[in-house]
C-alpha cells in the first residue's frame, strides 16, 4: 500500500454534454470532457475556448459607471487639469499604473502617477498622499488596482476639492467610498459579464473606453500584470492573457527586451510560466524590497540605456529577494514548530519583529505549502505598535470572509478569499489567532488538512496518446481556474522504474496496461523505488505533455502523485543489513516481528528492541493486529499457523520480508525413503558402526554431507531401530515397524524443510502467493478517491 500525498476529487462531467460536443465536433472524448469541466456546454463555445486569439472583448461601457468616469476624464483633459494616477507597489499594480498613464498621455492628459511605499505608507490611498497631490495641484486622482475601501481617504479628498475615480478588482466591503465613481466588475448592482479582472483588466477597460479602440498595444503589460495576481484564467482574462502573450513575444518595450535578456529568456518561448516564474518576480521583487516605481519606469521607458539598468537592478534585487525569503521562512518554520504546532492550530499567525513586510507574503505562501494550514505572517514594528501582515489560504477556509468578522481589531484590511493583507495592534495579535482558530474549528474538519488535487478524467494508458497531448496545448494560456489538466490512470503495471537526476531524487518509469505504455517522470519522487514493490498494481496521477527530443515526439506523463491500493510485499531476504531500510519506515507505521530468540541480537538491532514483538506461538501471534502497519519479518516463523494466524483478519499495508536464518539448515533437500532405505540396508550389512570415526568417509562416498549421515542416525534412534554409544551405532535385531514421521526430529525437519521452501527458497511470485492465499486477495480502497 501507498498512500497518495493529496486527496484526488475527481472530476465527473455530464455524459449527455460530453456526447454533444462529441457528436457535433467529432472530437476526442477525453478532450469534450475537459472542457465541459470549464464550463463549455455547446460547439461554439468550445471554439470561443480553444481559440482565443480570435475572440472580441466585452464593451467596457457595460461596466457600470463608466460613462460617467469617462466624461470626467475627458473634461480633465479638455480643460488642462493635473490628473494623478494612484497604483500599487505589486506587479498588477505596476502593470495597471502603466496601462492608464499611458491611455491618459495619449488621450493628450497631463498626467504623473504615484505609488506609495509598502514600509511607510502601506497599502492603498493614504490621507498624506492625498494632501500632497492637493499641494501639487491635482484635481484628479485615479485609483487602479486599489482604493475599493479607502473610506475615509475618498473622504479626504473630498474636502479639498478634488475628484476620486476609484478603479480597482478587491472584494468589496460593507461600506463603497463616496467616489466621484468606481468602475469595479463586482461593484453592487454591476452586470458586466465578467467579475473577474485583475486590476490591470479593469485599468485596461477604462483605456478602451477613452481612447475608443482596443488599445492592444498594451496588452503585453495586461498579461503581465493578469498572470502575477492570480485571477481566474477564464472568461475576458483568458482572451487578455493569450492575446496578450501574443503581444508580449513580439513587444516594443524597450524595458520588456531588456528584462527578457537580461534573464536569458527567448521571447519566442515566452509562455504564461515564463511570466509567472520570471518576469512577474522581478516587477514585484522592486516594491517588495524599495519604491516601485522603477518597475513602472522599465515598463515605459524608451530610452535603451535605461532600460538595461533597470532591469539589471531588478534582477539584482530579486536574487536579493531569493535569500530574504529564504532566511524569513526558515525562521518561521522554526516559530511554528516550537511555538504553534499544526497539531494544535488550525490557522497558524506567525509575527516577528524586524522581518521584511514585502517578502512576508511569499513566507506565507511557503509556510501554506509547508503545513497546508490557513497561514498569516506578521512583521513587528515594535516603535509604532503596530504589525503588518499578509495571508494565504487553504481550500475551504475564506480568509477575506474570516478577517471580515474581526474587522474591530483590523483598522486596514483587505483581499480576497485566499490571500489578504492588513495591519494591526501588535496588542490583538493574540486574539487574531484565537478567533480565526475558532472560526476553523466551525469551518474546517481533518480531510481539510491534506491538500486536494483536482483530477479532470479518469482513463486508461492507451487514452493518453500524442493527438491528445497536441490538443491539450489549446488549453492554454493555463492559471487560476484553467489548470493543466491532471489525468488518473488506475490498476496499471510498472514496466520500468529507476531514479535519474544528479541526486537520484527524481523518478522515470514506464506505466503499461493492456498493451500500451507510456514514458513517466516524476520530479522529487524518486523515493518512490523504495516505495513500489515489483509487481504492484499503481495509480497515477499525471499531467500530459509533448516530449520532443531529436525531432521525435512522443506523449509524456509528468507525475503528480501516486497511490497504490493493494498490501504490497517487499521481498529483502538476504538483505546484509536490515538497520537503514528499518530506519526509513516512518516509526508510527512500522512494526518489527521476530519469531525466535537472538535474531535481534544477530541483526544488530539492540535499538529497535523496544519495538520488537517476540512472537514464538499462535497465541501470541492471534494478540497483534497489522491493520495498515509497515510489517518487518525478521526471520524465520517456526510454524505455518504463526503466519497464517497473524494474516487471519486483515494484510498490512506493506510486508518486508528479511527472513533471517541464523543457522543455516543442514541441507537444501529433505533425506528422501531412498536415502534411509539404504542407510539401513548398509547398517544392517555392517552390524556395528562407528559414525563418529566413519561417518564423514561414508558422506563423501555417497556424495551426501555428514550432517545428513548424522541426522538419519538420529531418525532411527529416536525409532528405536538403533542403540548408539560412544559414536559408535548398532542394528537392533527385529525391532518394530514403524514410519520415519514418527521421530520427532524427522518431522521438525521436515516442517522447517517446508517453511524454508516456502519462505526462503520460492521465487518472489511464489512467496507472494503464498502469504497472500493465507487471507486472500484483500485490498485496499483509498477513503478521499
Known amino acids: 500500500m501507498l498512500i497518495a500525498k493529496t486527496r484526488w476529487d475527481v472530476k465527473r462531467p455530464d455524459e449527455n454534454i460530453v456526447?454533444?460536443?462529441?457528436?457535433?465536433?467529432?472530437?476526442?472524448?477525453?478532450?469534450?470532457?475537459?472542457?465541459?469541466?470549464?464550463?463549455?456546454?455547446?460547439?461554439?463555445?468550445?471554439?470561443?475556448?480553444?481559440?482565443?486569439?480570435?475572440?472580441?472583448?466585452?464593451?467596457?461601457?457595460?461596466?457600470?459607471?463608466?460613462?460617467?468616469?469617462?466624461?470626467?476624464?475627458?473634461?480633465?483633459?479638455?480643460h488642462g487639469e493635473h490628473i494623478l494616477v494612484y497604483g500599487d507597489y505589486d506587479a498588477d499594480g505596476v502593470s495597471s499604473t502603466t496601462v492608464m498613464v499611458s491611455a491618459l498621455k495619449e488621450a493628450g492628459a497631463i498626467v504623473d502617477f504615484y505609488i506609495p511605499n509598502r514600509f511607510t505608507e502601506g497599502y492603498g490611498p493614504n490621507e498624506n498622499a492625498f494632501r500632497w497631490a492637493k499641494e501639487q495641484g491635482f484635481s484628479l486622482i485615479i485609483t487602479v488596482d486599489n482604493g475599493i475601501a479607502a473610506v475615509k481617504e475618498v473622504a479626504l479628498a473630498n474636502e479639498l476639492g478634488m475628484d476620486v475615480i476609484i478603479t480597482d478588482h478587491h472584494e468589496v466591503g460593507p461600506a463603497l467610498p463616496e467616489a466621484y465613481e468606481i468602475i469595479h466588475p463586482k461593484k453592487p448592482g454591476s452586470t458586466y459579464p465578467f467579475r473577474e479582472l485583475a486590476g490591470v483588466g479593469v485599468a485596461f477597460k477604462v483605456a478602451h473606453a477613452?481612447?475608443?479602440?482596443?488599445?492592444?498595444?498594451?496588452?503585453?503589460?495586461?498579461?503581465?500584470?493578469?498572470?502575477?495576481?492570480?485571477?481566474?484564467?477564464?472568461?475576458?482574462?483568458?482572451?487578455?492573457?493569450?492575446?496578450?502573450?501574443?503581444?508580449?513575444?513580439?513587444?516594443?518595450?524597450?524595458?520588456?527586451?531588456?528584462?527578457?535578456?537580461?534573464?536569458?529568456?527567448?521571447?519566442?518561448?515566452?509562455?504564461?510560466q515564463t511570466v509567472g516564474f520570471v518576469i512577474a518576480p522581478r516587477m514585484n521583487a522592486v516594491g517588495r524590497l524599495g519604491e516601485a516605481t522603477p518597475a513602472v519606469r522599465l515598463l515605459m521607458t524608451e530610452k535603451e540605456e535605461e532600460a538595461q539598468r533597470l532591469a539589471k537592478e531588478m534582477d539584482d534585487l530579486n536574487r536579493e529577494r531569493q535569500q530574504l525569503v529564504a532566511k524569513i521562512a526558515e525562521e518561521a518554520a522554526q516559530i511554528v514548530n516550537e511555538q504553534f504546532p499544526p497539531s494544535e492550530n488550525k490557522v497558524l499567525v506567525i509575527a516577528k519583529e524586524g522581518w521584511n513586510p514585502g517578502v512576508i507574503g511569499i513566507v506565507a505562501s511557503r509556510l501554506v505549502e509547508q503545513f497546508y494550514r490557513p497561514t498569516i505572517v506578521l512583521s513587528i514594528d515594535s516603535e509604532k505598535g503596530i504589525a503588518k501582515g499578509s495571508a494565504r489560504s487553504i481550500h475551504g477556509f475564506d480568509m477575506f470572509s474570516s478577517l471580515s468578522t474581526c474587522r474591530d481589531i483590523l483598522p486596514h484590511f483587505g483581499g480576497h478569499p485566499m490571500a489578504a493583507g492588513m495591519t494591526l495592534s501588535v496588542d490583538h495579535i493574540d486574539e487574531l489567532r484565537q478567533r480565526l482558530n475558532a472560526l476553523a474549528d466551525d469551518m474546517l474538519t481533518a480531510d481539510d488538512f491534506t491538500p486536494i488535487t483536482p483530477i479532470d478524467a479518469v482513463c486508461s494508458v492507451s487514452d493518453l496518446t500524442l493527438s491528445v497531448a497536441e490538443q491539450l496545448e489549446k488549453f492554454a494560456p493555463f492559471g487560476v481556474d484553467n489548470?493543466?489538466?491532471?489525468?488518473?490512470?488506475?490498476?496499471?503495471?510498472?514496466?520500468?522504474?529507476?531514479?535519474?537526476?544528479?541526486?537520484?531524487?527524481?523518478?522515470?518509469?514506464?506505466f503499461a496496461q493492456n498493451g500500451a505504455a507510456i514514458d513517466s517522470v516524476g520530479f522529487g519522487f524518486g523515493y518512490l523505488c523504495d516505495e513500489i514493490a515489483p509487481d504492484a498494481k499503481v495509480s497515477v496521477v499525471g499531467e500530459l505533455m509533448v516530449n520532443e527530443w531529436n525531432n521525435l515526439r512522443k506523449p509524456q506523463l509528468m507525475i503528480f502523485d501516486v497511490a497504490v491500493h493493494e498490501c504490497q510485499l517487499f521481498d529483502i531476504r538476504g538483505m546484509r543489513d536490515v538497520r537503514p531500510l528499518i530506519a526509513s519506515l516512518p516509526k508510527d507505521k512500522r512494526m518489527l516481528i521476530m519469531f525466535r530468540e537472538g535474531t535481534a541480537d544477530a541483526?544488530?538491532?539492540?535499538?529497535?528492541?523496544?519495538?520488537?514483538?517476540?512472537?514464538?506461538?499462535?497465541?501470541?501471534?492471534s494478540r497483534l493486529c497489522l491493520d495498515n502497519r509497515y510489517v518487518v519479518l525478521l526471520d524465520m516463523p517456526t510454524s505455518l499457523e504463526i503466519i497464517k494466524m497473524l494474516l487471519r483478519s486483515s494484510l498490512p499495508a506493506r510486508i518486508y520480508a528479511l527472513f533471517y536464518q541464523r543457522e543455516t539448515h543442514f541441507f537444501r533437500t529433505l533425506p528422501t525413503r531412498d536415502h534411509f532405505k539404504w542407510f539401513y540396508a548398509f547398517l544392517r550389512k555392517k552390524g556395528v558402526f562407528n559414525l563418529a570415526k566413519y561417518g564423514g568417509e561414508l558422506a563423501r562416498a555417497r556424495g551426501w554431507t555428514e550432517e545428513t549421515v548424522r541426522f538419519m542416525a538420529k531418525v532411527f534412534l529416536e525409532l528405536e531401530f538403533i542403540t548408539q554409544q560412544d559414536g559408535v551405532v548398532s542394528l537392533v535385531p527385529q525391532p518394530a515397524k514403524r514410519d520415519l514421521s514418527e521421530s520427532p526430529t524427522y518431522r521438525f525437519k521436515q516442517a522447517q524443510f517446508e517453511l524454508e521452501n516456502l519462505f526462503l527458497y520460492s521465487t518472489y511470485e511464489q512467496l507472494k502467493r503464498c502469504l497472500f492465499e493465507m487471507k486472500g486477495s484483500q485490498t485496499y480502497e483509498e477513503a478521499n478517491v
Open 210 to 272: 477613452l481612447l475608443g479602440d482596443v488599445p492592444r498595444h498594451f496588452l503585453d503589460v495586461v498579461a503581465i500584470g493578469t498572470i502575477a495576481d492570480l485571477v481566474s484564467l477564464t472568461g475576458e482574462n483568458r482572451l487578455l492573457v493569450a492575446q496578450g502573450l501574443e503581444q508580449l513575444r513580439n513587444t516594443k518595450r524597450i524595458g520588456l527586451r531588456a528584462l527578457c535578456k537580461q534573464c536569458g529568456i527567448e521571447a519566442k518561448e515566452i509562455n504564461e
Open 19 to 78: 456526447t454533444h460536443l462529441v457528436e457535433q465536433s467529432h472530437m476526442d472524448p477525453l478532450i469534450a470532457k475537459l472542457l465541459v469541466h470549464r464550463g463549455v456546454r455547446t460547439v461554439e463555445e468550445a471554439n470561443a475556448f480553444l481559440y482565443p486569439l480570435k475572440q472580441p472583448f466585452h464593451d467596457p461601457f457595460l461596466l457600470d459607471g463608466m460613462e460617467r468616469a469617462i466624461e470626467r476624464i475627458q473634461r480633465a483633459i479638455q
Open 603 to 621: 541483526l544488530g538491532l539492540e535499538a529497535y528492541k523496544e519495538e520488537i514483538y517476540y512472537t514464538a506461538s499462535v497465541e501470541e501471534a
Open 483 to 510: 489548470a493543466k489538466p491532471l489525468f488518473l490512470m488506475e490498476n496499471v503495471s510498472v514496466e520500468t522504474i529507476r531514479r535519474i537526476g544528479a541526486d537520484q531524487s527524481h523518478l522515470k518509469a514506464v
